[in-house]
């Protein structure tokens, strides 16, 4: 069991892997600023010179460049850190985080020196919608922060980890690495990846840490390329043993019916065709033993 540490003393890092979205990724230095623990080290892991902003220069922050892929640029970051860090925490470029969030991220590994990896309490995902415009995210943290609750370490049951806002200890990861055969958005990584954690301890939700998820829609996969992923990379984490059956199927079923009922009249955010497109592909090629994640590179 790791040793009980005083949460103030514990080093967190940063890594944020993006691609395509510029405008966000650079506000990451100011939201590093107004966090009450200081991170360790803030690493941004991207593909091109087009990911970061024209002259991007911050002094508390580490530009890595390396292959497209959201596994590949993950593991980038891991590979390059430098500060010894007792805690790795890896946010989506479009997160935008309470003040206290790394504080939280501390306390809840100091209070359960068992817990290997966990992912915080979201005040609004985008995902699910149009997306949050980034003035509502941040007048939404502002009211979270003016309230200032008190920091709950308490951990909750939780199939794994969601990639936008996720912390591992770093002692527990060791040599695990992001599996860089789910390629580009890589779909279920962030699953994968904590299940691959099990075996060294404990990998919960809890409300110790608090932010917004935009939900921005640049930079994100294709329809169809998507749709594939939503049959292939189940199927996948089911030879590997990262995900059970029962949960792999539950995925893919409520995903390729999503699709099919709400192409008729998709969302103006979402291309439905395209989902129904790539989930017809991946049956066809399951079908005739030819699905692999990675077949996504040839769309």
Request: one cysteine or more; a neutral charge.
């Amino acid at each position: 069991m790791t040793p009980v540490k005083d949460p103030s003393s514990m080093k967190v890092a940063i890594v944020i892997a993006s691609v395509g979205r510029p405008v966000e990724l650079a506000r990451w230095g100011d939201h590093a600023r107004r966090q009450t623990l200081a991170p360790s080290e803030i690493l941004f892991s991207i593909a091109s010179d087009t990911d970061i902003p024209p002259g991007f220069a911050d002094p508390m922050v580490r530009v890595l460049r390396g292959p497209k892929g959201s596994c590949h640029q993950r593991n980038t970051g891991l590979d390059a850190l430098t500060s010894d860090p007792d805690i790795v925490a890896f946010f989506d470029d479009d997160y935008v985080p309470s003040r206290r969030c790394l504080e939280g991220i501390a306390a809840v590994f100091a209070a359960h020196p068992d817990l290997v990896g966990t992912s915080g309490d979201l005040l609004a995902d985008g995902i699910h919608s149009a997306g949050v415009d980034y003035e509502t995210a941040t007048a939404m943290i502002e009211t979270y922060d003016a309230e200032d609750p008190a920091i709950d370490t308490t951990l909750i049951k939780a199939m794994g980890t969601y990639g936008c806002n996720m912390a591992f200890r770093r002692s527990a990861v060791g040599d695990v690495r992001f599996d860089e055969k789910l390629p580009l958005y890589a779909w279920q990584e962030d699953v994968d990846f904590s299940r691959r954690l099990r075996g060294r301890g404990r990998v919960e939700r809890t409300h110790a840490f608090v932010g917004v998820h935009q939900g921005v829609k640049g930079g994100r996969s294709p329809g169809r390329r998507l749709g594939y992923s939503q049959v292939a990379n189940p199927l996948y984490l089911i030879g590997k043993g990262t995900m059970t059956p029962r949960d792999a199927l539950w995925l893919m079923a409520r995903n390729v019916a999503s699709n099919h009922v709400k192409a008729f009249s998709p969302e103006p955010w979402v291309d439905r065709k395209g989902r129904v497109m790539g989930n017809w592909r991946a049956v066809r090629d399951l079908l005739t033993g030819r699905l692999r994640p990675d077949r996504i590179l040839d769309m």
